[in-house]
DNA sequence: GGGGCGCTGTCAGAGTAATTTCAGGCTTGC
DNA sequence: GCAAGCCTGAAATTACTCTGACAGCGCCCC
């Protein structure tokens, strides 16, 4: 609902589950939590709505004839799909939660279970797809751009907005070129000097630290360089 | 100290490490925090605590002499011990959380770890047998939603509706950036002065205490930071 | 129904961090 | 060796944040 309103695109949830009235219920109440929801009914289903509808997070019931979950979910797995996974489990057995791990789910839940924490675990799970979203690397640096923080070889780097900016425009770049007029023209509106542009360079390398990373082409501008 | 202020038992935690100085620490800091702690130093002694002082929970080594982690852990799952298991595990592998769940541990943390995250999660793990999850935490600090009530290294911080809604969304986002905008979306309906929201971080920052937790990104928003 | 108290939201000034400019020294490529 | 371009310290400027003071509101207790 949040979500929605706020304007955000609602998140799209593949449901995968054999039993009808389930199926049913987690359709409705998760619509009206301002999912956008998609359903299949068995395992061969899901591996068809998953390249047709392209979901944000999976619900995946382990217990389902012909292909089950945990079948579906390494088949997805060894495609490299990175989807969040959702696995609904028949009993709180340690097995089956190992299991589930092992074929690549991302949380798993015991049924029965109470529909709140589902919702609250899909949240949690399309947040954190959202936030890799956001994260850029180049060898050893890695931007979250939300954050605007930087890590290196560990360490983290603490960005201000400029910097950040800038950074990400190299990353975006990853060892291409970036002119001083294209960084002038995006981060500052064209309305500055030029030498902004060398400043906010000095700052970065001087942040990101040794061996250096950001390349001078005189003449032109600044690159990514290992 | 939280709880028994607050007039609740403490909870009982065992502590099962070969290690003296690590044992000490962890006895004196658990019960800086409020909990009853009992202390075992290997294997044999824990499986003989279990059954004298009952814990609410127990942190357990991996790596210990004659009897290990896993092994003390199976045994007492093979009892039916229902009590959650929080494993001190020395590397982030994923083997080795699979043989901790395998095993029957409940949570599992790499050492070195951070005290207050342990802590965090003994709170987690004792309380989720309690009552259904309305509890949120980051690094040392926990949430209770419903109650309104935050905790930080021991003192109870009691919070009014909107400082709680504010925090409630920080810790949500858990990390990532909460846009000003966000929160006044949010919390306020869009319905104020953006100042709001800072005025409630101020008021949120002195109630939470040092070390500070909330992180301005000056130009866009704040978000937690240990 | 009245008084008191705590919560909420506004404002404005002080405080602080980020940004930008400038200027001189330095490097690079020819 | 020279010119063009780059780098960087310091200072100026701008923008944003923080916080004390205060007023209004609603709730609770008497």
Known sequence: MADTE?????????????????????????????????????GGAALVEVQRSAPDVIVLDVAMPAIDGLSVCRRLRGKGLPTPILMLTARDAVADRVA??????????????????????????????????????????????????AT?????IELTGREAALLEL?????????????ALDEIWDGAAEP???????????????????????RGTGFQLRA
Chains 1, 2 share one sequence.
């Open 6 to 42: 706020s304007g955000l695109p609602a998140e799209r949830v593949l449901v995968v589950d054999d039993d009808p009235p389930l199926r049913r219920m987690l359709a409705r109440t998760l619509s009206a939590e301002g999912f956008a929801v998609t359903v299949a009914a068995d």
């Open 100 to 149: 589930g791990l092992q074929a690549g789910a991302d949380d798993y839940l015991v049924k029965p279970f109470a529909v709140p924490e589902l919702v609250a675990r899909l949240r949690a799970l399309t947040r954190r797809g959202r936030a890799t979203d956001s994260v850029l690397t180049y060898a050893d640096l890695t931007l979250d751009v939300a954050a605007r923080s």
């Open 152 to 156: 290196r070889s560990g360490g983290p």
């Open 170 to 182: 190299l990353l975006r770049e990853s060892g291409r070129t970036v002119t001083r007029d294209r």
């Open 195 to 217: 030498n902004v542009v060398d400043r906010y360079i000095t700052r970065l390398r001087r942040k990101l630290g040794d061996p250096p990373l950001i390349r001078t082409l």
